[in-house]
């Protein structure tokens, strides 16, 4: 249950704690923290999570506060301290040495690099869709996931090949139109989720003629974002009219006005007519007339996303436009697409005078609440890849996951520990490293193997220790068998910028965290003082 009383069913870490009605404000701080971290990163939050408690559980035993300190009470002068100069550790670490010691000697040590640049298309995608594999397993079953993976890619790809922009503009562009490109299709299977070359708009046609007739040719549209009633005042106004006869001029005169648009757009070959306000019956009936297709009640920002794909302007006012090039868009085919019980109308565009050629993705699922939650799953992904790129957007960065790259910084850590002279910064640094552990012990834990858990991840923990020392392989958890696996060859990959961005929020949390040495609560007065 959420806090709405609905029944919430997900793994999202982000979407649970998102739905989570919390009184307490430390809870809030954290909650916020995290789902602000999983908005950018697109993953993580189960790991936040893990990481923050982890280190606030050591951080309790070092000052030896019991799990029944009162939160209410001012800490005494010594455990005040002690957390102040640990809390001044923590942001150290995470202000300078982090960003150093770790990402310098740690991260780009193991970083898996893929260079744009070379031309290498099948490498790139290789690299593409085994991060999108380890984004989305487990968020989908197994048998779908792959169908997911390669929609995913076939978009950014379609986007960034079709046109002059960067593929880290490409993917940046949809994400930021994701809502426009991924259509939500409730009470349909799984299964049945496409792709789609065009923009799909949720909306039909508002006259018979249920799309624009195929030719060898291209045909001519027009995008509206006003209303035909462009002659009525601008501000709420009274008119009064004696008698009928005024009534009839005055009703035939706004048809005639209307006509004059209609024809116009008849004599300039429109073929079809996109608004984002309602078109009113006596215009329908001169486009019937002229044989020109109508969509009414468009979205906003499917509007502005036609648009920005064409590179066309919206008509604003009908009664002083000129009709030129610029508000006149090219398409291939317009017509009526049905799944299901629903109908979208699905426009194709002239790829020749487009920026970029778009796509849409057509997801189903059973129900409402299942497809808006596979929506954020799929549109999290993207942003995975997002944290994926260097900074100058020329190479694609990856760390091995499975818990490979928390293990490789642990053992880091611990080492660095050793030579640090301050003795708060240097608990900082064992607390962290062996915080880090944790994750890879949530994927033994949560793994088949049920026999003697503990020993066993004790085990696996020595193992590749060794192996880093020994021989310089890097392991991590599988974990569906609970076993060490070289993540490399198995290619688990993550963004090396997302666990960057990891460690940073959490010890940036962590060092507000053990600030706080009192808490006030606030209650309502029954008086009414």
Excluded at 504 to 520: A, H
């Amino acid at each position: 249950p959420i806090s709405s009383g609905e029944i919430l069913i997900t793994n999202n870490g982000a979407l649970i704690l998102r739905s989570l009605n919390l009184e307490n404000p430390i809870g809030r701080t954290i909650v916020n923290k995290i789902v602000s971290f999983s908005s950018i990163s697109g993953d993580g939050a189960t790991s936040f999570v893990l990481l923050l408690s982890s280190i606030l559980r050591e951080a309790v035993s070092i000052t030896g506060m019991r799990d029944n300190f009162d939160p209410t009470e001012t800490l005494s002068i010594h455990r005040g301290k002690t957390l102040a100069a640990l809390s001044r550790a923590f942001y150290k670490l995470e202000s300078s040495l982090l960003e150093h010691e770790v990402v310098v000697s740690v991260l780009n040590g193991i970083a898996v690099t893929t260079d744009l640049e070379a031309g290498d298309s099948s490498l790139i995608k290789q690299r593409m869709i085994r991060l999108l594999i380890t984004t989305l397993n487990g968020k989908f079953p197994t048998s779908l996931v792959s169908n997911f993976v390669e929609l995913l890619y076939q978009v950014v790809m379609e986007t960034w090949k079709s046109s002059a922009i960067s593929l880290q503009d490409a993917l940046l562009h949809v994400i930021d139109e994701f809502g426009q490109i991924c259509v939500e299709v409730p009470g349909v299977p799984i299964s049945s989720s496409h792709l789609k070359p065009g923009v799909i708009i949720p909306r039909g046609f508002s006259i018979e003629q249920q799309g624009v007739p195929k030719t060898s040719q291209e045909f001519m549209f027009v995008v509206m974002n006003c209303s035909f009633d462009f002659l009525g005042p601008q501000t709420s106004s009274s008119i009064q009219i004696k008698d009928e006869t005024s009534l009839g001029l005055s009703v035939e005169w706004k048809r005639n006005q209307v006509k004059k648009v209609i024809t116009m757009f008849n004599e300039h070959e429109i073929k079809l007519i996109l608004s984002s306000e309602n078109v009113p019956d006596f215009a329908l009936h001169f486009c019937r007339q002229y044989g020109i297709a109508v969509v009414s009640s468009i979205p906003q920002e499917y509007v502005r996303y036609i648009c920005k794909c064409t590179g066309i302007l919206a008509i604003n006012d009908v009664g002083e436009v000129n009709l030129s090039e610029l508000f006149v868009g090219k398409g291939v085919s317009c017509d009526l697409h049905t799944i299901g019980h629903h109908r979208f109308v699905h426009l194709e565009l002239d790829l020749s005078n487009c920026k970029f050629s778009p796509c849409s993705i057509l997801l189903c699922s059973p129900v409402q609440g299942l497809c808006r939650q596979y929506y954020i799953v799929l549109h999290h992904a993207l942003k995975c890849i997002k944290m994926s790129f260097s900074e100058d957007g020329k190479k694609l960065l990856f760390v091995p996951g499975a818990g490979a790259c928390e293990l490789a910084l642990s053992f880091s850590l611990k080492k660095i520990s050793n030579s640090v002279k301050d003795s708060n910064l240097s608990l900082a640094l064992e607390i962290l490293s062996s915080a880090l552990r944790a994750i890879p012990r949530f994927l033994h834990q949560n793994s088949f193997s049920m026999s003697h858990p503990k020993e066993n991840f004790i085990h696996c923990l020595n193992e590749m220790e060794r192996s880093l020392k020994d021989d310089g392989l890097l392991l991590g958890i599988d974990s569906k068998t609970g076993k060490s696996v070289d993540p490399q060859e198995c290619e688990i990959f993550e963004p090396l910028q997302g666990k960057h961005l990891l460690w940073q929020s959490v010890l940036q949390c962590t060092s507000q965290l053990l600030r706080t040495d009192k808490l006030i609560g606030v209650r309502k007065i029954d008086n009414g003082v």
